[in-house]
């Protein structure tokens, strides 16, 4: 019943994950009493994601040019690498701001069984940059399923014997939750990983 | 941390009703995994409605011509008329198929505190439709709230003396509903505008 413009906006919406039908319509509805000004900024990034968005050369994280500003910055500690799964993740760290080295992005997790293997993800280009740049320590944080353990296990193997420390982060209860509603799994490694008061 | 194209992406997703910071991050990021066909389909019905989208010059539904297709339908009941505060009401109507007569979209609620009068609204041109189209009946199908029982009130007033048939749509337990969790107003509503077995 609606016109063609709006059923095309609510199928264009209905892509995003997570979105129903009825939260599309909604959306789509919304778009009429946005400003030229709104969509015409929505128009032209929307585009750009297509033209102007690009991996960085050395961590993949997501940029616009070459080089992340990340990478870019010449404050940030180049001896450390956080390895992550997904560009997205990086963000995620970048707003706590304690960590202040550099990143390294897989662009996925070994999953055999999905057809994915070491060569299908960025692992050869991470011991191009640990050798290359004296990397000292690399932090793996990747999230703690078969596929990311699989991963940690792939990458601590493949760079024994050099010189590296390789670390992963704590996982554990989390911060405010009530121990009563974690399982047993969580809760297993969190008393096994536990830390000492100095 | 996020290039300019995304940042924005995300300040565009954020001017959309109940979408907080995280969602617009996710939503931005799901587009850099839409293919061309989408994005151009998404940035073409964007700029559409600011330039294709015009309300309808009988019933002030949405259309992309100067009559809406309900209006142009031959089949439709002509002597019938729905009277609802916006068009997006309309598709509801549409959705359960079995009102077969025409809109007619106020375009709000008379509202005094908020500044919106008779005239504000869509009122002067349900009353030319009424007279120029032989109209039998008009359905009140706005919600009943304070803005709502006084438009309908103001309307069902300047009909007075009028040849058309003024009614509403019946408010009371939603079906499904728990009696046990309805509000004593609708209750009231229910018991007074209960229907007799015939």
């Given at each position: 019943?609606?016109?063609?413009?709006?059923?095309?906006?609510?199928?264009?919406?209905?892509?995003?994950?997570?979105?129903?039908?009825?939260?599309?319509?909604?959306?789509?509805?919304?778009?009429?009493?946005?400003?030229?000004?709104?969509i015409?900024?929505?128009?032209?990034?929307?585009?750009?994601?297509?033209?102007?968005?690009?991996?960085?050369?050395?961590c993949?994280n997501?940029?616009?040019?070459d080089?992340?500003v990340i990478?870019?910055?010449?404050?940030?500690?180049?001896?450390?690498?956080?390895?992550?799964?997904?560009?997205?993740?990086?963000?995620?760290?970048?707003?706590?701001?304690?960590?202040?080295?550099l990143?390294?992005?897989?662009?996925?997790?070994?999953s055999?069984?999905?057809?994915?293997?070491?060569?299908?993800?960025?692992?050869?280009?991470?011991?191009?940059?640990?050798e290359?740049?004296?990397i000292?320590?690399?932090?793996?944080?990747?999230?703690?399923?078969?596929?990311?353990?699989?991963?940690?296990?792939?990458?601590?193997?493949?760079?024994?014997?050099?010189?590296?420390?390789?670390?992963?982060?704590?996982?554990?209860?989390?911060?405010?939750a009530?121990?009563?509603?974690?399982?047993?799994?969580?809760?297993?490694i969190?008393?096994?990983?536990r830390?000492?008061?100095?």
């Amino acid at each position: 019943m609606y016109p063609k413009t709006i059923t095309n906006l609510i199928e264009c919406f209905k892509k995003f994950p997570g979105i129903g039908e009825k939260t599309a319509e909604r959306l789509a509805l919304s778009c009429l009493e946005m400003n030229e000004e709104t969509i015409e900024l929505f128009t032209n990034s929307l585009k750009d994601t297509k033209t102007k968005i690009k991996t960085c050369k050395n961590c993949g994280n997501l940029c616009e040019d070459d080089e992340c500003v990340i990478c870019k910055d010449k404050t940030r500690d180049k001896t450390m690498l956080c390895v992550v799964e997904e560009s997205k993740n990086i963000a995620l760290f970048e707003k706590i701001g304690s960590f202040n080295g550099l990143y390294h992005v897989l662009g996925g997790l070994i999953s055999p069984l999905d057809g994915i293997n070491p060569e299908d993800i960025n692992i050869s280009s991470l011991l191009n940059r640990i050798e290359e740049n004296k990397i000292k320590e690399i932090i793996l944080a990747v999230k703690p399923t078969v596929e990311g353990e699989t991963t940690a296990l792939y990458i601590r193997k493949i760079l024994e014997g050099k010189d590296v420390i390789i670390s992963k982060i704590a996982h554990g209860v989390p911060m405010g939750a009530d121990i009563d509603y974690i399982d047993p799994l969580t809760l297993e490694i969190a008393l096994s990983d536990r830390t000492t008061f100095s």
